[in-house]
Structure formats: structure tokens, C-alpha cells
């Protein structure tokens, strides 16, 4: 595998794979990271479908990427997905899934025309005090000190901040400034997560940094995240004959590591786990083209659908791709009268389960503890509100500006409550979010990065409020009259809440090996997929992480000869640099800092040599002097 860009490699189809014909695949999970992987089998890999098989523990697909309505509960939608345009994985694919409405175009082609002729941006970033504009004025409002804070962290070398939170590095001067606020809140990064990430964020998205404050620089789909970008793969794959298997669950993967006919087993405990020791038999390997690692074979999945428990034996023609961990894992619904059940105690299971037995195999295999070993540092809640008649939307109207009935953008992002005791944020993207869904009805999604404070008119934690009660809440912050809000909340609307112990896991501070490789060293039939596994192009969180992941397990696995697009290279373009410099402090030229005078006059002797350069004319032409 390799990475490329520009339209030498774009365009290009790859030759079919030799002897790809007498191969399977074996795909565990059916998230986007999954589901791509299968569709760059189809396309790329030129592999039968009936060749693909996709084991799904669910009776749906799409992982955390979901929205449904659910009989007895109504809509619901545990997150959402922006996207910007050099997403550059999702759309090499997406230009070739055809959209569900109209088969004769792309989703990309779509979804490309819909964000040209209705771009996106926001007209309330912030509110405060019942519905008012924040004030923030698109304004980051980072003292010089706050600045250089941020500049030290993006200069900083990955090493030196393995397993170090964001408070290392920033103090109160980032902290209570504008700029964290929107941060935090756009990405769901708390104060405790990684400062890894943190830079590595600011690496990835620096040409965005000024689209921040009003969400110019974001992208999204027409409708809901599952029917417009899930099941129009889910569609393309069974067209081409892949199988499906819901209703089962992947207990286990074994491997063969070293050699020998496979692994000897012992189990032990653990808690209230029982996981695997591999002790593989010894044997001696030419070096192997996937690696100069100890050569790792996956032999055998462990299976249960609902209770009947199954092996599937595996050979060098067999290949899994494994989707490991899980932010969604554990999570739990309340509806309009009940709270979403938490446990604090919560055992980790699902994908963290399978994880943790594949990860006891080989230290190769990632480190699962580091990620879901506190929910009570990686969760929080969102819930999903219905508006059911013409009661809520003027309410709505008056702070996001714009009609939400048109069909068109409507918040343009997530609107914050920045003095709301959850810090509640909430979003409205264009209407209907589903394509079923009644024409005078909105679907509002809402979350609470801190749902364990009392709620400033429910007076109760996020975590113990009904979807009722957090709909009042929410009208509460809007400026909805209170004697309106008991009445609004009960009678027109229905809200379902989502409790969700592990949405940032992967944001947990971290070290190099916590996550395995895509393919790890020595790999020969097998691969990682999704949120936990380590490509070091790109980014998590996002709906790219997860293709880029499929893509490259496919192209690597299979020696696809065509290049996986590089991410997309602002932070080595030094306008992006220059500009984002500006931006984070709302335009002031870098001669406006505070100097002292012998800082100041050596600016000044630099400048003078610079002047009639063309340096001088791009430091002008992006202000920073």
C-alpha cells in the first residue's frame, strides 16, 4: 500500500488481484469503517460478493452512524457527522455508490450539488441568558498568552505528549476563552482528554480555523447520517451478492502467531472476564511481504447468535477485518418518561469484549483498558427531540434565523448554551432528517458534555431526567416563557434520550501502540478497522478515519496497486499556516503583540530585510504584518 495524490491515481482502476476469485473475506461490524471496507473489496479488490461475508451483532447496520424511529420511542439519533470537502477516502468512494432517490447519480454527486446550492453557516454560534446571543462575535478572544499556549502545543513532537491530558499544556488563559468553547463543543473534547489529540486536530483542520466560530468550512448530508450515507453502501453491496449475517456476535478471533498448526489455549479469569492466553508453538519464517514482524495468522472467529455458539475455521485465503472497540458499545435509551439507564460500574462488552480476548494474543493488538476502563471520563449523553406541531419551531426560528421548515440549512452547526449547567448544545440540520418523516414535524438533536451537574430548571443531573425533563430543559435555555415549558415538553414533543459511556474513548490520553496498526507487523490475513485502530494519516472522530481505515486493510491485505489518497496536506501549505495564525487572534497582525523592546526591535530589523520581498508580500497578503 502507498499513498498518492492528484488525478494521475484518482481516476485509475486498479488490475484485478491475482487469484482474488478463491478468496473470502470475513468483515466483523457493519460501521462505516466496515462497510467500506467491503465496498473496497467490490470495487477495488474485484472480489465476488458472495465471496463477503459481514457478521453484524445487531439486527442493523451502521454502527454508531444510526437514525431510526423506533416503534414505541420515536426518532432517534445518537450523534451526527460533518464533513468537509477533502474528506478525501469517502468521497473516492462515495463517487461510485449510487444515492438512494436517484440511482442514476452518485452520493457524492448528490451531495456535492446539495452543499453548492445551499452552503452552510451559521447565524448563532452561542447563546446565554435564556435564548440571547452569546456575543461572541465570531471571535476566538485568546490573549497572546493563550496563543503561544496553543503554538507550543502544535510544535510539540507526538512523543512528548503520549499519555498526557490537555491541561498539561493549556491553562485558564485557553481554557475560559471563546476558542475552547467552540472547540470542545464542535469536537467533544474535555478538559482530561489527550493533548495528542489535541495537536493532532489542530495539525489536521488548520485550514479550518477560521471557519470555526461560524461553521462555514462544514458540509452536511440531507438527511440523517444511516439513510444518507449507510444504507446506500449497505444497497451497492447487496446488489453485488454480499452476505449479511445479523443477529451474531464475533466472540473471538484466534491466531496463529510464530507458527505451528495454531494456537494451544488456557483460559484464565479475569474479573468477571474470561479471556484467552495464546501461548502460539514455536516455529521459524522467511521474512513475509506484510511485515518483518513474527508472522500472525487469524485461524478461527468464535461466533454466537443468540446463544448457539459456532466456529468458523480460517486459512491464509480467508481474510477478517476486524472492527475493534466501540464508542457506541453499551449504550442505552430512555424515551419521553424514562431516563436512559447509567450504570457507573458499567462492564465494558461488545466490541470491547472481543477486543480485550484478541488484544490478550499479542501485544501488537492494541491496549482496549486504555480506552474503556473509565465511562465515567468518556461519556455523555444526547437525546433526540421531535417537535409534533407548530408550538417550538418560532422559538427556534428566533435564534437560529431561518425558517426550519424549508428544507434548507437551518442552524448550520450546533448551537451551545454557554451557560447552561450541562453545557448543552444543540443542532437542527436541514428538515425532514428522515425521509418518512411528517412535513410539519422537526427532529432537534441535543447533547450535554457534562450530564452528571443538576440542570439549571430541571434541577437534576442529565443522566437521571427523562426525555421529557430534558426537553424542558432545553426550552428553558431557549427563552421559553416558563409558564409554557411543563405544557411544550409533555404535549408537543417527544424526546428520547441516549446514554452513551464510551462516544469519546478514543480521545482518552494515550501511547504509541494503544491502538494496532491497520495491519499490524507480520500480519498475513488480517486487519483493524475503525475509531481504534492506528493509520498515522489521518484523524478520529470522523466519518474519513473510519473509511481511510477500510481502505487501506483492503489495499494492503490484497496489494491493490493504486494509491490511497494522502490526507489532504493544509498544515505543510504555509498560507494555511499564516492565515490560521491570524484567525486564532480574530485578525490582529503579529506587530500588535506585546514586545518587549528588544523583541521589538529585532522584528523590526527582520522586517526591514524582508521588504521588497516576496515573503513581505504574502506576510502582507494574509496579515500577519
Same mark, same amino acid.
Given at each position: 500500500?502507498?499513498?498518492?495524490?492528484?488525478?494521475?491515481?484518482?481516476?485509475?482502476?486498479?488490475?484485478?488481484?491475482?487469484?482474488?476469485?478463491?478468496?473470502?473475506?470475513? $468483515? $466483523?461490524?457493519?460501521?462505516?469503517?466496515?462497510?467500506?471496507?467491503?465496498?473496497?473489496?467490490?470495487?477495488?479488490?474485484?472480489?465476488?460478493?458472495?465471496?463477503?461475508?459481514?457478521?453484524?451483532?445487531?439486527?442493523?447496520?451502521?454502527?454508531?452512524? =444510526?437514525?431510526?424511529?423506533?416503534?414505541?420511542?420515536?426518532?432517534?439519533?445518537?450523534?451526527?457527522?460533518?464533513? +468537509?470537502? @477533502?474528506?478525501?477516502?469517502?468521497?473516492?468512494?462515495?463517487?461510485?455508490?449510487?444515492?438512494?432517490?436517484?440511482?442514476?447519480?452518485?452520493?457524492? +454527486?448528490?451531495?456535492?450539488?446539495?452543499? %453548492?446550492?445551499?452552503?452552510?453557516?451559521?447565524?448563532?454560534?452561542?447563546?446565554?441568558?435564556?435564548?440571547?446571543?452569546?456575543?461572541?462575535?465570531?471571535?476566538?478572544?485568546?490573549?497572546?498568552?493563550?496563543?503561544?499556549?496553543?503554538?507550543?502545543?502544535?510544535?510539540?513532537?507526538?512523543?512528548?505528549? #503520549?499519555?498526557?491530558?490537555?491541561?498539561?499544556?493549556?491553562?485558564?488563559?485557553?481554557?475560559?476563552?471563546?476558542?475552547?468553547?467552540?472547540?470542545?463543543?464542535?469536537?467533544?473534547?474535555?478538559?482530561?482528554?489527550?493533548?495528542?489529540?489535541?495537536?493532532?486536530?489542530? %495539525?489536521?483542520?488548520?485550514?479550518?480555523?477560521?471557519?470555526?466560530?461560524?461553521?462555514?468550512?462544514?458540509?452536511?448530508?440531507?438527511?440523517?447520517?444511516?439513510?444518507?450515507?449507510?444504507?446506500?453502501?449497505?444497497?451497492?453491496?447487496?446488489?453485488?451478492?454480499?452476505?449479511?449475517?445479523?443477529?451474531?456476535?464475533?466472540?473471538?478471533?484466534?491466531?496463529?502467531?510464530?507458527?505451528?498448526?495454531?494456537?494451544?489455549?488456557?483460559?484464565?479469569?479475569?474479573?468477571?472476564?474470561?479471556?484467552?492466553?495464546?501461548?502460539?508453538?514455536?516455529?521459524?519464517?522467511? *521474512?513475509?511481504?506484510?511485515?518483518?514482524?513474527?508472522?500472525?495468522?487469524?485461524? *478461527?472467529? +468464535?461466533?454466537?447468535?443468540?446463544?448457539?455458539?459456532?466456529?468458523?475455521?480460517?486459512?491464509?485465503? =480467508?481474510?477478517?477485518?476486524?472492527?475493534?472497540?466501540?464508542?457506541?458499545?453499551?449504550?442505552?435509551?430512555?424515551?419521553? @418518561?424514562?431516563?436512559? /439507564?447509567?450504570?457507573?460500574?458499567?462492564?465494558?462488552?461488545?466490541?470491547?469484549?472481543?477486543?480485550?480476548?484478541?488484544?490478550?494474543?499479542?501485544?501488537?493488538?492494541?491496549?482496549?483498558?486504555?480506552?474503556?476502563?473509565?465511562?465515567?471520563?468518556?461519556?455523555?449523553?444526547?437525546?433526540?427531540?421531535?417537535?409534533?406541531?407548530?408550538?417550538?419551531?418560532?422559538?427556534?426560528?428566533?435564534?437560529?434565523?431561518?425558517?426550519?421548515?424549508?428544507? @434548507?440549512?437551518?442552524?448550520?452547526?450546533?448551537?451551545?448554551?454557554?451557560?447552561?449547567?450541562?453545557?448543552?448544545?444543540?443542532?437542527?440540520?436541514?428538515?425532514?432528517?428522515?425521509?418518512?418523516?411528517?412535513?410539519?414535524?422537526?427532529?432537534?438533536?441535543?447533547?450535554?458534555?457534562?450530564?452528571? *451537574?443538576?440542570?439549571?430548571?430541571?434541577?437534576?443531573?442529565?443522566?437521571?431526567?427523562?426525555?421529557?425533563?430534558?426537553?424542558?430543559?432545553?426550552?428553558?435555555?431557549?427563552?421559553?416563557?416558563?409558564?409554557? $415549558?411543563?405544557?411544550?415538553?409533555?404535549?408537543?414533543?417527544?424526546?428520547? /434520550?441516549?446514554?452513551?459511556?464510551?462516544?469519546?474513548?478514543?480521545?482518552?490520553?494515550?501511547?504509541?501502540?494503544?491502538?494496532?496498526?491497520?495491519?499490524?507487523?507480520?500480519?498475513?490475513?488480517?486487519?483493524?478497522?475503525?475509531?481504534?485502530?492506528?493509520?498515522?494519516?489521518?484523524?478520529?472522530?470522523?466519518?474519513? #478515519?473510519?473509511?481511510?481505515?477500510?481502505?487501506?486493510?483492503?489495499?494492503?491485505?490484497?496489494?491493490?496497486?493504486?494509491?490511497?489518497?494522502?490526507?489532504?496536506?493544509?498544515?505543510?501549505?504555509?498560507?494555511?499556516?499564516?492565515?490560521?495564525?491570524?484567525?486564532?487572534?480574530?485578525?490582529?497582525?503579529?506587530?500588535?503583540?506585546?514586545?518587549?523592546?528588544?523583541?521589538?526591535?529585532?522584528?523590526?530589523?527582520?522586517?526591514?530585510?524582508?521588504?521588497?520581498? +516576496?515573503?513581505?508580500?504574502?506576510? *502582507?497578503?494574509?496579515?500577519?504584518?
Amino acid at each position: 500500500m502507498y499513498y498518492s495524490n492528484g488525478n494521475y491515481e484518482a481516476f485509475a482502476r486498479p488490475k484485478k488481484p491475482e487469484g482474488v476469485d478463491g478468496k473470502h473475506a470475513y $468483515i $466483523i461490524g457493519t460501521g462505516l469503517a466496515a462497510l467500506s471496507a467491503a465496498c473496497y473489496l467490490v470495487r477495488d479488490a474485484q472480489m465476488p460478493g458472495a465471496n463477503i461475508h459481514i457478521i453484524e451483532k445487531d439486527d442493523v447496520p451502521g454502527g454508531a452512524c =444510526d437514525g431510526a424511529e423506533i416503534p414505541g420511542l420515536g426518532y432517534v439519533m445518537r450523534g451526527g457527522r460533518e464533513m +468537509d470537502n @477533502h474528506f478525501e477516502v469517502m468521497w473516492d468512494l462515495f463517487r461510485s455508490i449510487p444515492s438512494i432517490e436517484n440511482p442514476d447519480v452518485s452520493v457524492l +454527486d448528490e451531495y456535492y450539488w446539495l452543499n %453548492k446550492e445551499d452552503p452552510n453557516y451559521s447565524l448563532c454560534r452561542a447563546t446565554k441568558e435564556l435564548g440571547k446571543d452569546a456575543g461572541t462575535k465570531g471571535r476566538f478572544g485568546l490573549s497572546d498568552k493563550a496563543a503561544q499556549e496553543i503554538m507550543r502545543l502544535f510544535f510539540t513532537p507526538d512523543e512528548e505528549l #503520549y499519555d498526557k491530558p490537555i491541561t498539561d499544556f493549556f491553562d485558564d488563559e485557553v481554557l475560559d476563552s471563546n476558542f475552547w468553547m467552540y472547540w470542545r463543543t464542535m469536537f467533544a473534547f474535555e478538559n482530561w482528554h489527550s493533548a495528542l489529540e489535541m495537536k493532532l486536530y489542530i %495539525k489536521r483542520y488548520i485550514h479550518h480555523i477560521g471557519g470555526l466560530p461560524d461553521f462555514s468550512a462544514l458540509r452536511f448530508t440531507r438527511y440523517n447520517q444511516y439513510e444518507s450515507m449507510i444504507l446506500p453502501m449497505v444497497r451497492y453491496l447487496e446488489s453485488h451478492g454480499v452476505e449479511f449475517r445479523y443477529g451474531t456476535k464475533v466472540e473471538n478471533v484466534e491466531f496463529a502467531i510464530g507458527g505451528g498448526d495454531g494456537p494451544k489455549r488456557e483460559r484464565t479469569g479475569v474479573g468477571q472476564d474470561t479471556i484467552l492466553k495464546i501461548q502460539a508453538t514455536s516455529g521459524v519464517f522467511k *521474512r513475509n511481504p506484510y511485515g518483518s514482524g513474527t508472522k500472525k495468522i487469524a485461524v *478461527r472467529l +468464535d461466533l454466537d447468535h443468540e446463544g448457539d455458539k459456532s466456529s468458523i475455521d480460517l486459512t491464509e485465503n =480467508d481474510y477478517v477485518f476486524i472492527t475493534n472497540g466501540g464508542c457506541v458499545e453499551n449504550s442505552t435509551m430512555g424515551s419521553q @418518561h424514562a431516563p436512559a /439507564p447509567w450504570n457507573p460500574d458499567l462492564k465494558p462488552g461488545g466490541g470491547w469484549d472481543m477486543w480485550r480476548r484478541i488484544a490478550a494474543q499479542d501485544p501488537s493488538f492494541g491496549h482496549p483498558d486504555k480506552f474503556c476502563s473509565d465511562p465515567q471520563a468518556t461519556k455523555w449523553m444526547s437525546a433526540t427531540v421531535t417537535t409534533l406541531d407548530g408550538e417550538i419551531p418560532p422559538y427556534i426560528q428566533r435564534i437560529c434565523k431561518r425558517d426550519p421548515f424549508s428544507g @434548507h440549512v437551518v442552524t448550520g452547526g450546533i448551537v451551545t448554551v454557554t451557560d447552561s449547567s450541562w453545557l448543552l448544545s444543540w443542532t437542527l440540520n436541514r428538515q425532514q432528517q428522515f425521509r418518512d418523516q411528517s412535513k410539519d414535524q422537526l427532529c432537534v438533536w441535543v447533547y450535554g458534555l457534562f450530564p452528571d *451537574r443538576p440542570g439549571d430548571y430541571v434541577k437534576k443531573p442529565m443522566t437521571e431526567c427523562t426525555g421529557e425533563e430534558i426537553c424542558a430543559e432545553w426550552l428553558y435555555h431557549m427563552g421559553v416563557p416558563t409558564e409554557k $415549558i411543563e405544557a411544550l415538553a409533555a404535549k408537543h414533543a417527544n424526546t428520547v /434520550p441516549v446514554m452513551m459511556p464510551y462516544i469519546t474513548a478514543f480521545f482518552m490520553p494515550r501511547a504509541a501502540g494503544d491502538r494496532p496498526d491497520v495491519v499490524p507487523d507480520g500480519a498475513v490475513n488480517f486487519a483493524f478497522l475503525g475509531q481504534f485502530a492506528e493509520t498515522p494519516r489521518d484523524t478520529i472522530f470522523t466519518t474519513e #478515519y473510519s473509511m481511510r481505515t477500510g481502505m487501506e486493510a483492503v489495499y494492503t491485505l490484497l496489494d491493490v496497486d493504486r494509491g490511497v489518497p494522502e490526507v489532504w496536506g493544509s498544515v505543510y501549505d504555509v498560507r494555511n499556516l499564516l492565515n490560521a495564525t491570524v484567525k486564532l487572534r480574530d485578525g490582529a497582525p503579529v506587530t500588535d503583540m506585546k514586545l518587549n523592546f528588544v523583541e521589538r526591535a529585532v522584528l523590526g530589523k527582520v522586517l526591514k530585510k524582508l521588504d521588497g520581498t +516576496d515573503i513581505a508580500t504574502l506576510l *502582507r497578503e494574509y496579515h500577519v504584518i
